[in-house]
């Protein structure tokens, strides 16, 4: 079974451009989360999808970062425009149904590493 | 104050040695603990999770809980220097239900031959 896939492994772009980062989580899991990881801190909480909807999007730092996930299969991350502040690697996870009073392990991806100039 | 502390490391044991790790967390609510192993370059990998106060083990590791203490570890027995990466802890918040994780910055561990 494959794992958690992104794309690109590598960007760098300019300050003022936009990318978009991808993710295709494990097939048949309906969460899928996004993190990220700025220069020497700890991973940071972004958000969070349950099939195609939003469930918790509280760790967006801005309006310059939109994530969707149409049809509830892949998303996309896109970050317009970027600052350099955006540097970091970004890591998508996916899991199963979430049920109460239980965990469903959360299976991550290799990460994008997000290079602004 | 952070959410998940973590001492940074790096933390060098010798080969075969118990390496212990430690982590706080300051949500008294959380409701789940997790230690993620993460090789350079690479995924973070599960490894333990803990829900309930005193020790899990599985094979060399042992996960400790002491929620009164707000504190939890990862001791790893027979230390191999493949062990040798950076281990994350993250919590559940009691905001978060089942879901985000809140991550300690990671300490590095070297088990050296």
């Known amino acids: 079974e494959a794992g958690v896939t992104q794309f690109p492994s590598h960007s760098v772009i300019e300050k003022g451009q936009t990318v978009t980062l991808r993710c295709d989580p494990i097939s048949g899991h309906d969460n899928l989360y996004w993190y990220r990881r700025v220069m020497g801190k700890e991973i940071k909480f972004l958000l969070h999808f349950v099939k195609e909807s939003k469930q918790d999007e509280s760790g967006m730092p801005n309006n310059r970062f939109l994530a969707e996930r149409t049809g509830g299969t892949y998303s996309t991350l896109k970050v317009q425009p970027a600052e350099l502040e955006d540097s970091g690697v970004y890591f998508c996870?996916?899991?199963?149904?979430?049920?109460?009073?239980?965990?469903?392990?959360?299976?991550f991806g290799p990460g994008t590493r997000l290079t602004v100039l | 104050q952070k959410e998940v502390e973590q001492n940074s490391g790096p933390l060098s044991v010798p080969e075969g040695a118990i390496a212990s790790l430690n982590c706080t967390y300051s949500d008294r609510g959380s409701q789940s603990f997790f230690w993620y192993r993460q090789y350079s370059g690479k995924s973070p990998e599960l490894i333990m999770f803990i829900y309930s106060n005193g020790d899990k083990e599985d094979g060399r590791f042992t996960a400790q809980l002491n929620k009164a203490s707000q504190y939890v570890s990862l001791l790893i027995r027979d230390s191999q220097p493949s062990d040798s990466a950076t281990y994350l802890c993250?919590?559940?918040?009691?905001?978060?239900?089942?879901?985000?994780?809140?991550f300690g910055a990671g300490t590095r561990l070297a088990v050296h031959p």
């Open positions: 996870a996916s899991s199963q149904g979430v049920r109460e009073n239980s965990y469903n392990e959360q299976f």
């Open positions: 993250a919590v559940h918040p009691f905001s978060g239900g089942y879901n985000k994780l809140i």
